[in-house]
């Protein structure tokens, strides 16, 4: 997909602040620093439109990006190690909960690890909460340029089982480095925006 116009259109706190409207929605959730903000940039091809960062878990609101004034990508804020205090954790996950049980746009759910480790209990604590709520999950593992290319069907086998997949779920490998996967990316979350 050629995205021509992205956009962030406002960092939420909660449903008062989302975007009013039906278009389509797909959420974008992992660890603090698996790579969310670099995914968003490499597939909307452009360099800082989401903010990298250094210090994880800075990603505190649902941020929602407008694209091609057709639909959204919504960053959640990251899980694990993020340097905020148990309240604030408490806070986010209910937002965050109801964000994605309640929102009727919301069609698809990106879970990003990082292919160079087994999913973190994290990890896995989302993918199985995700699962449960029957929403529809693409695994996208991040950092595919950091393993050799001969490693990559060991560590995405380490990902699967680990994460326990589902087998209908798909899993892409993904490189925000050099775009591998961003076409695939694409063609799994077009199937997802036409429904």
């Known amino acids: ?35 969310k903000s670099s995914f968003i940039n490499k597939m909307i091809h452009r360099k800082n439109l989401a903010r990298t960062s250094s210090k994880p878990g800075k990603t505190q609101t649902l941020n929602f990006y407008i694209l091609n004034e057709s639909f959204y990508f919504v960053d959640v804020p990251g899980y694990g190690f993020a340097k ?8 986010w996950g209910k937002m965050i909960e ?4 309640e929102r009727d746009q919301l069609k698809a759910v990106v879970q990003l690890v990082d292919l160079r480790h087994a999913p973190s209990k994290e990890d896995v604590l989302m993918y199985d909460w995700l699962k449960y709520h029957e929403l529809p999950v693409i ?15 060991k560590h995405k086998k380490v990902v699967k089982e680990t994460l326990n997949m589902d087998k ?17 990316a694409w063609g799994i979350l077009n199937s997802y925006l036409s429904k």
Do not use: C
């Open 84 to 91: 905020v205090s148990k309240t604030e954790r408490e806070a």
């Open 168 to 184: 209908s779920d798909k899993i892409v490998l993904f490189s925000s480095e050099t775009g591998h996967g961003k076409d695939e």
């Open 139 to 153: 695994v996208v593992a991040t950092k595919s340029d950091k393993i050799p290319k001969g490693k990559w069907d």
């Open 1 to 35: 997909m050629k995205v021509n116009t992205a956009e962030i259109v406002i960092s939420a706190v909660g449903p008062k602040q989302y975007p009013e409207g039906n278009l389509p929605e797909i959420a974008l959730a992992g660890r603090s620093n698996v790579g």
């Open 98 to 101: 109801q964000y994605l049980v």
